[in-house]
Structure formats: C-alpha cells, structure tokens
C-alpha cells in the first residue's frame, strides 16, 4: 500500500514543531446557560468545498469522488457555523470506507488508501493547507495533531467503519485548557489538549473535515453519538452569542458566474487571476496549476522536471502515478462543475486565446445555469498595477541585499573590535584617528543593510518575469496563429477589458504576434522537397570538386591518402606564395584559372569544411524562408539556430568544431554570406536566390577569397586568423579505386594521359573522367571520340559506377575544350543519378 503522508510535502519540512502542554487539566461538566440557543442549522455545503465533495442529507454527510486520479486526492468541506467563545464538541462518524480499483494501474504502484482529518479553521483560511497555512488545525487518522506549522503525534488509533471521532474546542479564558483541542475517540479521550496555531487566537473558528475514499457523517446535535466522560455541549445546541453563521448569497437571477480570463502568454494574465481571486473569494479556479497544487497539498512529492513541454498552463506532472501524470482529474473536473453550480474562473492561457477552443470550454457552462464573462487583459496595464509590481521586485531586492549583509556579518573575523583600536601615536592626531577609523568601517561594512534601488531596466518593467513560461513553444506558434479577441456571437454574455479598450488591445496582439514570430522556434517545421533537392545538388557538385582536387594532388607527385579525408598541414591552411594568382571574383571556370589548375588546388581540410558549412548555412536560411510561409517571419532567430540546423541536416551543428563559441562568432567566419541583423539577431542571407541559384561557383570563389585572407594575416603575425576545424565536420570523400590510382601513377610517370577536360553545362561545373591510355582498336566513333569504357568508382562513397555510353553528338559541347578526351556517360546506381 501507499506509505503514509504526511499533511505537508515531505519535501518541505515544518517550520516549528508543536508542543503539548505540559500538565492535563481534567475537563468539568458544562454550567447551565440560559442564554438563547442558536436557531440556524449547522451544516457541510458545496460553497465551501473542494470539486469532489458530494454533500449528502442536506448537509449532514459529505462524500468524496473516487475516479479519475481523485482517488489520491483529499477532499475537504467546511461547517456554515464559525465558533467565537466558549466550550464545544462536534462529532465525525466513518459511514463507509471505498477501496477504489483504477483501471490500467502499473504494478508496484501505490494503491489509494482511507484518510480523515477533523478539527477547526478559520473562515476563508485554505481547505487544504499548505506548508505556511496558520490558520487550521486537524487531528488526522494516524494520530498526528496538524497545524500550518507542526505534526505532532499524540494519539494511537486505527480507523474503521463506524468509529465517532469528537474535536472538543476549548475557547473559555477562565478555563485551564482554554485556547485549546481535544480529541475523543467513541467517547473516551485519545489526546491531551493541544494549543491552537497562532494564527488561529482571537478569530471565529468552523468545524472542518478533510477525507480520502471514506464517506463520513458530521453530527452536531444535539446529543452526541459517544457520550464523554463529562458534561458538554454541542454545537448544534452553542448560545448564539458564541457562534456566526454564515451565510451564502445566491446570485439574483438564479445563474452562478463563469469567467474566462484573455490575455497573452507572459504579459500578465496569471497575476491577475490571482488578483481576481483575493478580491472575490467565492469563486473557484479550474486549471492545471490548481490540479498540481491539488496533489501536492494532499500529500503527493511532485518529482520536479526541465521537459520542453512545461508551463504553467500545462504542467508536466510527474507524481509516478500514471493517472494524475496524465492529468485525468482534468476530465472529471468538467463533469463536476457542470454537476454543481457555483462560481468559476476558468484559467487556461493558450484555449482562451484560441475562438474554437473558447466555444468548446462554454459549451460545458450551459446559459441556463450560468452566466458567461470574459475579460480581456491585454495592452498596457494601468498605472497601480504597474506601482504594485515595482514594490514587489524592489522588497525582493532588498530581501536579497539583507540577507547578503547578514551573512557578511556572521562572517566578520572575532578581532574586529582590535582593528578599531587606534595606537598611541594616532591618538594624539584626531585626525589620523578618523582616518583610521573611516579606513576600517568601510572594510567592515556598515552597520545596516543598503537600500535596494531599481535599476532603469527594472522601472521600465511592466509584466514580472517567471521562472516559468506560461506556455511552451508547440503551444505558443498556435497562439501566434490563431488568436483573436471575443466577441457576442461566441456566446458570452459580458466581455470586458480591464486594461486598454477593444482597439488598445487589438494593436497589442498584432505587435506581440510580429515580436513572438522574431523569438518563436517553430516547432512542427520539415523540410520540403524543394531543400532536398537543392542539399542533393550541392553534395554532387561539392563532391566533384573534391574528387578533381585528389586528381590533381597525384598529377602533381603528392601522396594520396587511403582515408576519407584530404590532410591538412597542422596550421589548418595550405601554404604557400599567393603572388600573382588572379582574383577569384574574376575567374570564369573555376576548374582552371589559365594554369591548367582548379581554383581549389589548395583547398584543405578547413577550407572544404567551411565552404561546406558556409553553403549549408545558405540554403538553411533559404529553406527556412520559403517553408514557414509566413512573410512576417524575417529570419531565425539565433538561440534556434542549432534546432532548425538540426531539423534539415539531421545532424547537431557544433560550434565548438569551428573554433566558435557562440553563434555570432560562427556567422563572422561567413560574413560576406550571413549576418545577424539588428537589434533583434535573426540570420538572414546577404546573397539574393538569383545570385546563388545553379551558382555553387560564387561560394568557391568566397571560399577561395576567404583562405588568401587568412594566409596573409597570419604573415603579418595575426595569430587569431589560425583556424583549428575537428577532423568530423567536412564532407566524405570517396577512396579513388586501385585501377585508377594505377592511372595516376602512369600518368606522373610519363606515360599519355591527358588532363581531364571541363564542361559547364547549365551552370553546373561537371568532372568528366578521362579514357584509358590505349583505347585499342575499337574507336569507331565519329570526331575522334571514345569507345565504351567501364570505371568502378566511388563505389566506397556509395555513388556506384560512372558507364560511358556512345556519344550522340558529332561535335563536342559549347565550352568543351578537348573533344578526344570527352565521353557521354552517366552514374548507375548508388544513392541516384548523375546525370549527362
């Protein structure tokens, strides 16, 4: 079974613990009193009852629902009489005690057990009372004597069905015991009296009971069930001088009030519920943050969690029991608000923005049985609620600076009354001595606390930040969508805006939707056909460049590597003398700058890794532009950058791996690319989709540009232009095959091997390998171009083989160089085709 728990979270101890008295002074029989008896019935209401409190004989009886997780949960009720003087009992007697079954309930999870608490509190205190509750005090089922501020044991009993359970109060100050409560168990004393809690001297007191999975009878005369050893009266049969009753009004047309509280996510709406609740009492909040606060207060330990989807609005539960995780009470809840009418505030932040999700919650408050509000806080709030959230953030301050004064104090060495001890010779100057003195006070500190004073951030403050979000992200974006205000044809009775009028608060939601679309992630965002294209694209061509740069690095006599990467020297930059070499923004084809070399002829492992990144970076933005279909969103934001880096390339982007630490520093390696644009950070593209469309030759060139920058800074002694890129982050490439390794070898040896030639086909630079030495005696075909021939390459990228074909041209392509050494071929198999 469930341990025991205790009427506080075990997370938070009490603050004091109680003491019995220390002699038991016996109680005398009842005087005669002549004065008038009190008329009006005592009795258990829903006015002053938690949701699942079912009153049964007008008052008599109460019951607690036991589906849906409230079974865990405790209900509480409290009595229509509030005692102010004298000496009286009331009686509670276990009718039933339910063992609820839950449906799907995990094994070695705890089972719902039987629970009562009986004693007094104060009129208006909390049912359940939490951990600084001073205002009620209980006898529970296990013995314990609780109170806002201690659990103390006092009692050895056992609850069963038929048990009468009496609370003696004791409010004569003649008496020995005054001031006190006494439990009785069928008529014989269980406990010595125990003091009330502070809170609860000099104030009228109402009988209260708070119970789990029993069902229990309140008695209050006027003869008790279990007679007590001594002569006492009920409370039924009080003087009316010494109790109030109190009374409920019932609203004039017969219907109780529904409200629906709109406001926007973090700008105020919760505070002000809370507000609206401290000045009308009789009404009742339903939301998930009461529903946690439900279970938490009945004695549940709420396992704390950092998931992305809490909120205040919709917390994460983690109780470990899997009905009140999922939140089910929130089911029942409905039913129960319909069942029995009484005032409501219905606070849920994202449904109350939403238009269909508003008809939805009033469909469940019919217009016979309530009355329907709404009130609009949006825009600006007025100048007291502004003051009042001041005064709060400027006693929090000082709060903090107190308590960092005190802890300084407590930590001042035992010599210091020695330091202000001046020595002889500045004695006899007094104004050494002061000096001195004034040196000392000011190591010491002063002797009172400083002032907290708010900073001009701080007065410019309208909304108090919480730790907390009221909603979490996926909620937010549909807020963004579809909020809008409400109006009469949604079926309220009353909408009002207690902060800016209609207008006001119209502007309000369009500035927040335009702010909130420049800070929101977009959660449910994929990647559309359009990126794939474009990311597969580029892979070929970068890949090409790749393979022609491995080419050209074994014409020239370097070794070629059996691993997947082209090695770097230890700088991170290819050395050499730049002198002379044409400007890359001036380069027609990038596969030769008029020397027969490729402008990537000294590329490393960094520059492949940072053309790669930079290009990947491009098309990012550009995707993310195009499938947000929102022209109000103009840019990412860079707090998400990871995320949505993440959602297309399916791959963590690393800073670290750069030599970046931040995202500001990543986009400063591509600034002639990126930029963050002011004064919100977005990241946006500096190049236009007509200058980079089918033009992956404009980053090479950036990229080209970008490497000659870094050689001649770190000539000049610019230590900070040394790049250190991970060896994880650039693109594979694939192992050239043994027969063409053969090739190369021949070829520097040589043997006739021609270069091999280049093509730009639609803007499209493209690699077209190049024919054995000895195309034997098969060259049939017309111009002097080349017969069938088979390369197995790449095979260990996984691109499969390139086939050359039978040319269908008589002449070669326009801005093809060398006709005998072309072939029409394409990729067959791998990860798809290469095309022409």
């Not at 063992?99 to 309930?105: D, H, I, K, Q, Y």
């Not at 050209?552 to 691993?563: H, Y």
């Not at 402008?599 to 550009?622: C, G, Q």
């Not at 982007?653 to 600034?671: D, H, I, K």
């Amino acid at each position: 079974q469930q341990p025991q728990q205790p009427l506080l979270p075990q997370s938070e101890p009490p603050k004091e613990v109680l003491k019995p008295p220390q002699e038991l002074q016996e109680e005398q029989d009842a005087p005669d009193d002549s004065r008038p008896v009190l008329a009006a019935e005592i009795r258990m209401g829903h006015q002053d009852s938690t949701l699942n409190v079912l009153p049964l004989c007008e008052g008599r009886a109460v019951k607690a629902l036991s589906e849906g997780g409230l079974q865990y949960l405790l209900a509480a009720s409290r009595a229509n009489a509030a005692v102010k003087g004298g000496r009286y009992l009331f009686e509670a007697r276990i009718v039933e005690m339910l063992n609820p079954v839950e449906s799907g309930r995990v094994s070695g999870q705890a089972m719902p057990r039987q629970h009562v608490r009986v004693g007094f509190s104060v009129q208006g205190s909390p049912l359940l009372p939490a951990a600084d509750s001073d205002g009620i005090a209980l006898f529970d089922s296990e013995g314990f004597y609780n109170s806002g501020r201690g659990r103390l044991p006092v009692a050895q009993m056992r609850l069963g069905r038929g048990q009468v359970i009496g609370v003696l109060l004791n409010l004569e100050p003649a008496s020995p015991n005054a001031n006190t409560m006494s439990l009785f168990i069928d008529g014989v004393r269980a406990s010595k009296p125990q003091p009330l809690a502070p809170g609860m001297l000099g104030k009228a007191l109402c009988p209260h009971v708070a119970f789990r999975n029993v069902t229990v009878q309140l008695h209050f005369g006027p003869s008790p069930l279990a007679p007590l050893p001594f002569k006492c009266r009920m409370l039924q049969e009080a003087a009316a001088a010494d109790v109030e009753i109190k009374t409920y009004r019932e609203p004039p047309d017969g219907k109780h009030e529904v409200v629906l509280p709109i406001g926007l996510p973090d700008e105020g709406l919760v505070p002000w519920v809370d507000h609206f609740l401290e000045e009308h009492p009789e009404f009742v909040e339903l939301s998930d943050r009461k529903i946690v606060d439900w279970a938490v207060r009945s004695g549940l330990v709420k396992t704390s969690t950092n998931s992305w989807k809490n909120s205040s609005d919709r917390p994460d539960v983690t109780f470990g029991i899997s009905v009140l995780d999922e939140l089910g009470v929130r089911k029942v809840r409905g039913v129960i608000a319909a069942l029995i009418p009484r005032n409501y505030v219905v606070l849920e932040v994202k449904s109350n923005c939403i238009k269909t999700e508003r008809e939805e919650i009033l469909s469940r408050f019919p217009a016979a049985q309530y009355r329907r509000v709404a009130h609009v806080a949006i825009g600006a709030p007025p100048s007291g609620w502004v003051q009042k959230l001041h005064d709060e953030i400027l006693q929090e301050k000082q709060q903090k600076l107190t308590a960092e004064w005190k802890l300084k104090q407590a930590m001042k060495p035992q010599g210091d009354e020695q330091k202000m001890e001046v020595d002889d010779t500045a004695k006899e100057d007094s104004k050494a001595a002061d000096e001195v003195k004034a040196e000392v006070k000011e190591e010491l500190g002063s002797d009172e606390p400083p002032k907290a004073q708010l900073t001009e951030e701080e007065q410019k403050i309208r909304f108090k930040p919480q730790a907390q979000p009221d909603l979490n992200e996926l909620a937010l974006g549909q807020v963004m969508r579809l909020c809008v205000l409400p109006d009469a044809d949604e079926g309220f009775d009353q909408v009002t805006f207690v902060w800016e009028d209609e207008a006001g608060a119209q502007d309000r939601i369009k500035s927040w939707v335009l702010e909130r679309k420049a800070t929101t992630c977009v959660q449910d965002l994929e990647p559309t056909q359009w990126f794939f294209a474009e990311q597969g694209e580029w892979h070929r061509q970068l890949q090409a460049w790749m393979i022609l740069a491995k080419q050209r690095r074994a014409l020239r006599g370097e070794d070629i590597p059996d691993g997947d990467e082209v090695p770097a020297p230890t700088s991170g930059i290819e050395e050499g003398d730049e002198s002379g070499a044409p400007d890359p923004a001036t380069v027609e084809n990038v596969l030769d700058v008029g020397t027969g070399e490729p402008l990537f002829s000294k590329f490393s492992y960094t520059d492949w890794a940072l053309i790669s990144l930079r290009y990947e970076l491009h098309l990012l933005v550009r995707a993310f532009q195009k499938d947000v279909h929102d022209p109000e969103r103009l840019g990412m934001h860079e707090s998400h950058l990871a995320f949505y880096y993440n959602r297309y390339f399916r791959k963590p982007l690393n800073l670290q791996a750069y030599g970046a630490s931040t995202v500001r520093g990543l986009v400063e390696l591509f600034e002639d690319t990126l930029a963050l644009d002011s004064p919100l950070p977005l990241l946006v593209s500096k190049l236009t989709e007509e200058e980079t469309t089918k033009r992956f030759d404009m980053f090479l060139k950036l990229a080209e540009r970008d490497r000659r920058d870094r050689l001649c800074r770190i000539a000049t002694g610019d230590a900070s232009a040394r790049l250190v890129v991970q060896r994880n982050v650039a693109p594979q490439l694939p192992v050239l095959p043994q027969a063409m390794q053969q090739q190369l070898g021949m070829a520097r040896a040589g043997g006739n091997f021609p270069p091999p030639p280049a093509s730009s086909l639609g803007g499209l630079s493209r690699i077209v390998l190049p024919p054995p030495p000895n195309p034997g005696a098969n060259s049939k075909a017309p111009g002097g171009w080349q017969p069938h021939h088979q390369h197995e390459y790449g095979q260990k990228g996984g691109y499969g083989s390139y086939v050359a074909q039978q040319p269908s041209y008589a002449t070669p392509p326009p801005g093809h160089q060398d006709q005998s050494g072309y072939s029409q071929g394409k990729w067959a198999g791998g990860k798809g085709s290469w095309g022409q």
